[in-house]
T-cell receptor, first 109, second 116 residues
Framework: GENVEQHPSTLSVQEGDSAVIKCTYS??????FPWYKQELGKGPQLIID?????GEKKDQRIAVTLNKTAKHFSLHITETQPEDSAVYFC????????FGAGTTVTVRA | GAVVSQHPSRVICKSGTSVKIECRSL??????MFWYRQFPKQSLMLMAT?????????EQGVEKDKFLINHASLTLSTLTVTSAHPEDSSFYIC????????????FGPGTRLTVT
């Protein structure tokens, strides 16, 4: 089955700086790579996703890049704000997803 | 759009009893629903996948007789934890996808189950 590794496990950044989270996956058949934001006590919220026929996708301050050859994808958050503080999960698969272990992001004001 | 609700948000039950959790897609038809379990500070672990009108497919290691899943309509799936024990205490989260966007999973807010 699919195995997704996510790094770092924790990330602390100064407000206004950028945050980068990286994930690798094992199954070359995976073709859908979403990122979720989870706040304490809540369900995950889809923030951006990318499919295997696209190398990069951007939505305002959030961008995701995908390298299918190397089997890795990354989340980039620019101009971080305190409300970006949360746990972020990457996932890989197709209609069924495998999740990374999560990254706790803290944005210091 | 793409709103998924869960009920209840929190439930406390005694060991040996059963508890049912509902998952509803409010503004779309959910051809597939997924049930996940999340322990504190851990990732989401898929328990089972259910398609409307058919039996759920359980992940390896998940007891199908303990975690009963029903997906009777395109907007409702239920998870029943039978004969609950303290080790079943966890955060249970459902997600749903539609036939028009089969890859995109939209998650519910989760249900915190505590078994005493």
């Amino acid at each position: 089955g699919e195995n997704v590794e996510q790094h770092p496990s924790t990330l602390s950044v100064q407000e206004g700086d950028s945050a980068v989270i990286k994930c690798t996956y094992s199954d070359s058949a995976s073709n859908y790579f979403p990122w979720y934001k989870q706040e304490l006590g809540k369900g995950p919220q889809l923030i951006i996703d990318i499919r295997s026929n696209v190398g990069e996708k951007k939505d305002q301050r959030i961008a995701v890049t995908l390298n299918k050859t190397a089997k890795h994808f990354s989340l980039h958050i620019t101009e971080t704000q305190p409300e970006d503080s949360a746990v972020y999960f990457c996932a890989a698969g197709d209609y069924k997803l495998s999740f990374g272990a999560g990254t706790t992001v803290t944005v210091r004001a | 759009g793409a709103v998924v609700s869960q009920h209840p948000s929190r439930v406390i039950c005694k060991s040996g009893t059963s508890v049912k959790i509902e998952c509803r897609s409010l503004d779309f038809q959910a051809t597939t629903m997924f049930w996940y379990r999340q322990f504190p500070k851990q990732s989401l672990m898929l328990m089972a996948t259910s398609n409307e009108g058919s039996k759920a497919t359980y992940e390896q290691g998940v007891e199908k007789d303990k975690f009963l899943i029903n997906h009777a309509s395109l907007t409702l799936s239920t998870l029943t934890v039978t004969s609950a024990h303290p080790e079943d205490s966890s955060f249970y989260i459902c997600s749903a996808s539609s036939s028009t966007s089969p890859y995109e999973q939209y998650f519910g807010p989760g249900t915190r189950l505590t078994v005493t």
